[in-house]
């Protein structure tokens, strides 16, 4: 029983560069949504999703973009990589909009942008 | 707007010893309320979880927290913690986004450091 499955865990990036974090779940939940974790001010939403093909903003989406083509898959994309983000990112999945809200996390990337 | 408060940003307990890692949360409405902990280099797991009912909530590796309305509390205690609890605590509370998403609004969390 893999859950949410997150990768790279680890990534150094140049400022500038672009990158895609990967997450996919395997408990055929509706929704999906993206964190990052900055020390002293706990996690913050950057991007959710409601289901294949819905997507749409948390508190802190500047820089990046997130798509949602199938159940499984939710992406996230720097652009264009800036210090500023560099954080930890956590990709979560809860069940729908019936469910009691309780989130099922990933392991966590950490990136560090240069 | 939910919003939540974490007192503590460390809490520092011997081995054994009782420990209550405080928070409180601000609703206008009915809410729902988790603690989740991060052992070190990992995500977050859910400890336990209050949406209704017995104010008294139990989770899992003998923690449990108490729902106070009035007070907009919801502390979470252990009456003797291992070496193993050192962790970061989280508490949240849900709130429901115009497209029905239900999103957790988290605490900065507090460090629980356990020593021997």
């Known amino acids: 029983n893999a859950g949410v499955t997150q990768t790279p865990k680890f990534q150094v990036l140049k400022t500038g560069q672009s990158m895609t974090l990967q997450c996919a779940q395997d408990?055929?939940?509706?929704?999906m949504s993206w964190y990052r974790q900055d020390p002293g001010m706990g996690l913050r939403l950057i991007h959710y999703?409601?289901?294949?093909?819905?997507?749409d903003q948390g508190e802190v989406p500047n820089g990046y973009n997130v798509s949602r083509s199938t159940t499984e898959d939710f992406p996230l994309r720097l652009l264009s990589a800036a210090p500023s983000q560099t954080s930890v990112y956590f990709c979560?999945?809860?069940?729908?909009?019936?469910?009691?809200?309780?989130?099922?996390f990933g392991e966590g990337s950490r990136l560090t942008v240069l | 707007a939910q919003s939540v408060t974490q007192l503590d940003s460390q809490v520092p307990v011997f081995e054994e010893a009782p420990v209550e890692l405080r928070c409180n949360y601000s609703s206008s409405v009915s809410v729902y309320l988790f603690w989740y902990v991060q052992y070190p280099n990992q995500g977050l797991q859910l400890l336990l979880k209050?949406?209704?009912?017995?104010?008294l909530v139990k989770g899992i590796n003998g923690f449990e927290a108490e729902f106070n309305k009035s007070q907009t509390s919801f502390h979470l205690r252990k009456p003797s913690v291992h070496i193993s609890d050192t962790a970061e605590y989280f508490c949240?509370?849900?709130?429901?986004?115009?497209?029905?998403?239900?999103?957790?609004?988290f605490g900065t969390g507090t460090r629980l450091l356990v020593s021997p």
């Open positions: 949240a509370v849900s709130t429901f986004m115009n497209t029905g998403f239900q999103k957790l609004v």
């Open positions: 979560a999945s809860s069940k729908d909009r019936e469910d009691t809200g309780e989130l099922f």
């Open positions: 209050y949406l209704s009912g017995s104010t």
């Open positions: 999703s409601v289901g294949a093909g819905i997507t």
């Open positions: 408990m055929n939940h509706e929704y």
